[in-house]
T-cell receptor, first 113, second 113 residues
């Protein structure tokens, strides 16, 4: 069966520090991969999605970036964190079918201080 | 993607059926209805999806009205672990809707003993 791993589960970082969140998927090949962010008390916002290695689509302009160095690895990065980057970051995967359900990891709660 | 409307909260007694309604009156012919739930501090969990026929799986049943303008998610025997926020999402197959699950505020379901 397929599993998705995200780490770390929680992270506290000072303003201006870099960020690297990693997500890996097991049990499937060539998945579509997604990064979402959920601000406190709000819905999920799609940040990036990827349909293959090195292929990244950005949904919102911001100081975050994403990379997919391997088929089942998706990384969310920032060179300098802002206070507004605090939130709950979720990685998800889906099959390649346009209507394939998304399956989410357990998220990383990021607090920028 | 079509907008959905859900009640902000519902209660259910443990062991009874939980019926969660969703209105999606502007749904188009090629859009599916998806249900996810999110337990506190975890990633959303996919439950079920359907187009126009009723669907059932090991977690729940989905009843879609004939005109497809509304649907009901049924948890046949709710347990305390079903307490979560339930999201009804309408999702199309093509173009810019790819991978974009638009999460609204959802329904907070509280299952009590």
């Amino acid at each position: 069966s397929q599993t998705i791993h995200q780490w770390p589960a929680t992270l506290v970082q000072p303003v201006g520090s870099p960020l690297s969140l990693e997500c890996t998927v097991e049990g499937t090949s060539n998945p579509n991969l997604y990064w979402y962010r959920q601000a406190a008390g709000r819905g999920l916002q799609l940040l990036f999605y990827s349909v293959g290695i090195g292929q990244i689509s950005s949904e919102v302009p911001q100081n975050l970036s994403a990379s997919r160095p391997q088929d089942r690895q998706f990384i969310l990065s920032s060179k300098k964190l802002l206070l507004s980057d605090s939130g709950f970051y979720l990685c998800a995967w889906s099959g390649t079918g346009a209507l394939s359900p998304l399956h989410f990891g357990n998220g990383t709660r990021l607090t920028v201080t | 993607d079509a907008k959905t409307t859900q009640p902000p909260s519902m209660d259910c007694a443990e062991g009874r059926a939980a019926n969660l309604p969703c209105n999606h009156s502007t749904i188009s012919g090629n859009e599916y209805v998806y249900w996810y739930r999110q337990i506190h501090s975890q990633g959303p969990q996919y439950i079920i999806h359907g187009l126009k026929n009723n669907e059932t799986n090991e977690m729940a049943s989905l009843i879609i009205t004939e005109d497809r303008k509304s649907s009901t998610l049924i948890l046949p025997h709710a347990t305390l672990r079903d307490t979560a926020v339930y999201y009804c999402i309408v999702r199309g197959a093509g173009g810019t809707s790819y991978g974009k699950l638009t999460f609204g505020q959802g329904t907070i379901l509280t299952v009590h003993p």
